[in-house]
């Protein structure tokens, strides 16, 4: 079975400062995808990006980016420059290719942006 | 926006009483999912449906039933319900994006409370 782990419960980042979303999965697949959903306080699942396992290059959008680690099944993100409005809950989540193959996802991590 | 709509949005039950929530989609996708989240775990998935009258279980199905007689809509049951399933519910549908990739989008969740 797939387990997805996000060991770090909060984390916090002076506004305009990166910060770094861990998350490491475990699986027997060759091929799949991994999210990051973004919880902010209106409780809404926003899909912030997402990673196919067969391509080695890192995603990216605007100023959220994945570090995967395929051999490692590691896939961090970062986010560059935060703001305020990127205080919210983070869910790193994995998925099998197929069109109805389910999310894993971890237990997230609270992200607070001080002013 | 992916046309994903749950009612209620909040409910409180008490104990032993059936509760029914709906998710209405107006795009016609033909999977559909039914998640909590309570704190500590993340999103578990529930009950799922991949067309009209074809439903199965997730990881935490215990407790709860689904029928889904239309396209449209993906009902989840609780046909006596308890005080563990005080939770938030998402529902969630899933959709091919140009690149090929299925990515499931959420509705916006309803808070049950069972007293």
């Known amino acids: 079975a797939q387990t997805v782990t996000q060991s770090q419960p909060e984390m916090s980042v002076q506004e305009a400062e990166t910060v770094t979303l861990s998350c490491t999965y475990d699986?027997?697949?060759?091929?799949?995808?991994l999210f990051w959903y973004k919880q902010p306080p209106s409780r809404q699942m926003i899909l912030v990006i997402r990673q196919e396992a067969y391509k080695q290059q890192n995603a990216t959008e605007n100023r959220f980016s994945v570090n995967f680690q395929k051999a490692a099944k590691s896939f961090s993100l970062k986010i560059s420059d935060s703001q305020l409005g990127d205080a919210a809950m983070y869910f790193c989540a994995y998925r099998r290719t197929g069109a109805n193959s389910k999310l894993t996802f971890g237990k997230g991590i609270t992200l607070s942006v001080r002013p | 926006d992916a046309g994903i709509t749950q009612s209620p949005r909040h409910k409180v039950t008490e104990t032993g009483t059936p509760v029914t929530l709906r998710c209405h989609q107006t795009e016609n996708h033909r999977y559909m999912y039914w998640y909590r989240q309570d704190p500590g775990h993340g999103l578990r998935l529930i009950h799922y449906s991949y067309g009209v009258k074809d439903t199965d279980k997730g990881e935490v199905s215990d407790g709860y039933s689904v029928s889904r007689s239309k396209t449209e809509d993906f009902l989840l049951t609780l046909e006596s319900a308890t005080s563990s399933q005080t939770s938030v519910y998402f529902c969630a549908i899933s959709d091919q994006t140009t690149r090929g990739i299925y990515e499931q989008y959420f509705g916006p969740g309803t808070r049950l409370t069972v007293t």
């Open positions: 699986t027997s697949e060759s091929d799949y995808y």
